[in-house]
């Protein structure tokens, strides 16, 4: 099963400033957050990096992070700011699912990443990530929010997720499929969710994002 159809190196320039903007600044807000789950110290991988906030964030806090993404741009990009910045960050370009360290992670951070694939290569994605986190540790995710309640909260959903997963499709940038349930997908593998805090773009509840923290009880 492949997963290196999806590199977003042509979109590296403008990543930021369109996820800002489309989720009002929830994007990087749901990666912030999970700031409160890692210590400094410990061995933090970020899977799908991107342009890599979030493990600019871990690094300055003390956390010692590797970053991989199939992306060169994107690795370039996350490269020289690290440089400026002075901070020590192990880059890698490459397909996360061949990536295979000597020993598990802390911390397996997978943000924005798993919805570029359809559910099964999720699941699929999810099985190699799982093994890349030591026993005890923490799996991180942040994503899309499934919608909660009846038929208003799902049209409201689509209606907002529903036109950006096309235009990504269009430019070849993910596959087409519906909004991940994360906790059905995860939980089967060992983990068990210890907190998921969803963050609305709107007034009201839907559409939102959320970010997910579990732990690999088996």
């Known amino acids: 099963m492949r997963f290196d159809e999806y590199p977003y190196g042509s979109v590296a320039f403008v990543y930021d400033w369109i996820a800002a903007v489309y989720s009002r600044g929830r994007i990087g807000l749901s ?28 690094a300055r806090f003390g956390a010692r992070v590797t970053a991989i993404d199939l992306a060169p741009a994107m690795i370039r990009r996350l490269s020289r700011r690290l440089e400026r910045e002075g901070l020590d960050v192990e ?19 997978a943000n924005y990443f798993l919805n570029l694939f359809d559910v099964e290569r999720a699941r699929e994605m999810l099985r190699h990530l799982r093994g890349l986190v030591k026993p005890g540790g923490t799996l991180m995710l942040a994503d899309f929010a499934l919608p909660r309640g009846g038929l208003m909260a799902r049209a409201l959903t689509e209606l907002y997720y529903r036109p950006v997963n096309w235009v990504a499709w269009a430019f070849g940038l993910c596959a087409l499929h519906p909004i991940l349930d ?5 939980e089967p ?10 963050l609305p ?18």
């Open 182 to 186: 994360h906790a059905r997908l995860i």
């Open 31 to 58: 990666k912030r957050v999970q700031l409160d789950e890692i210590e400094a110290d410990d061995r933090v991988l970020y899977a799908g990096v991107g342009r890599g906030e979030d493990a600019v964030l871990a």
């Open 91 to 109: 880059l890698l370009c490459g397909d996360v699912s061949s990536h295979k360290p000597e020993r598990p992670y802390d911390v397996v951070v």
């Open 189 to 198: 593998l060992g983990f068990r969710i210890r907190s998921q805090r969803r």
């Open 201 to 218: 773009v709107l007034l009201g509840d839907h559409p939102a994002y959320v970010s997910i923290v579990a732990d690999r009880v088996i």
